[in-house]
Nanobody
Framework: VQLQASGGGLVQAGGSLRLSCAAS????????MGWFRQAPGKERAFVAH????????YYGPSVKGRFAISRDNAKNTVYLRMNSLKPEDTAVYYC??????????????????WGQGTLVTVSS
């Protein structure tokens, strides 16, 4: 499975962005999907997760209420809508695909495929 993330850029604090992640797999709906981010000098951290059908979504505490993950299985794409952005949201954002169950969805080690990342910079 190849994943291509896009939509990053420079935005002012309080602004919004929508990230997209397009998957090559014809069986995209078989994968749970997640978004992670990595700020300079920090470890990659969980942002959001969505189950195969989109029924359930989960968020990291620092983004809950501001970010929304969604997917369109007909378009093989997962999205991350980011609102009320803060300078501390600045990071490279990665999408990832996960086989099997959603157990361990906050852990990078449980995902099987990763995109190349897209940079989000939030200015104060």
């Amino acid at each position: 499975v190849q994943l291509q993330a896009s939509g990053g850029g420079l935005v002012q604090a309080g602004g919004s962005l929508r990230l997209s992640c397009a998957a090559s797999a014809r069986t995209f709906s078989n994968y749970h999907m997640g978004w992670f981010r990595q700020a300079p000098g920090k470890e990659r951290a969980f942002v959001a997760h969505i189950t195969r059908s989109g029924t359930y979504t989960y968020y990291g505490p620092s983004v809950k209420g501001r970010f929304a993950i969604s997917r369109d299985n007909a378009k093989n794409t997962v999205y991350l809508r980011m609102n009320s952005l803060k300078p501390e949201d600045t990071a490279v954002y990665y999408c990832a695909a996960k086989n099997g169950g959603s157990v361990g969805y906050t852990l990078t080690t449980t995902y099987d495929y990763w995109g190349q990342g897209t940079l989000v910079t939030v200015s104060s």
